[in-house]
């Protein structure tokens, strides 16, 4: 009995190591077409990539200050620093007192920069929906509650710091593990 419940238990391992392996290949390929299609949407408009998720969450969250904003997309104070100075600068972000302390700056959607986002997302959802339409609606329904899952799952490893099985950082003086 024990021999047996090794041997399940080895294949439902080499099962769940071929799954991640399978996983990992296909959502490398996804993440490398949604960056070509992004780039490809949303530079024509002025604006690169990163300065529209920018506006994404300022649309979609409401005004924020910069550390918020840096949180939420995952970047530097510096870093998303310049991203709202070249936002600001075109006119699609405003940065004003904020409401709880007047002492702090607010970071602000402006009309013409919703708009964009809005012009931005319409044509992005557009691209969805021809890729959705030849799906059942099950199958539709499937696929975005468990993409909704892997996110939810991701973000709560990688982007609370655990990045490996142990807990340990993935990477050491000696280079990345």
């Not at 969450?57 to 409401?62: I, V």
């Not at 918020?68 to 530097?76: E, I, P, R, S």
């Not at 199958?139 to 975005?144: F, I, N, Y």
């Not at 709560?156 to 655990?162: E, M, Y």
Request: charged share 30%; glycine share 4%.
């Amino acid at each position: 009995m024990q021999r047996k419940l090794k041997t399940a238990d080895a294949s439902e391992s080499e099962r769940l190591q071929a799954d991640a392996e399978a996983l990992n290949a296909v959502l490398a390929d996804l993440v490398r077409v949604y960056q070509f299609r992004d780039r490809d949407r949303i530079c024509c408009f002025d604006i690169s990539v990163t300065q529209c998720y920018a506006l994404e969450a300022l649309a979609e969250h409401g005004p924020m200050r910069s550390q918020a904003l840096a949180a939420q997309m995952l970047l530097d104070k510096s870093t998303t620093t310049r991203v709202i100075d070249a936002l600001e600068r075109k006119g699609y972000v405003e940065r004003r007192p904020d409401d709880q302390d007047a002492r702090a700056v607010s970071l602000r959607i402006t009309r013409s920069g919703r708009s964009l986002y809005d012009t931005i997302n319409r044509g992005l959802v557009a691209q969805q929906a021809e890729m959705l339409a030849e799906l059942d609606p099950a199958v539709r329904a499937s696929v975005t509650d468990v993409i909704r899952r892997l996110a939810k799952a991701a973000e709560a490893r990688f982007v609370s710091g655990i990045s490996v099985g142990s807990g340990a950082s993935a990477c050491s003086t000696s280079g990345c593990s």
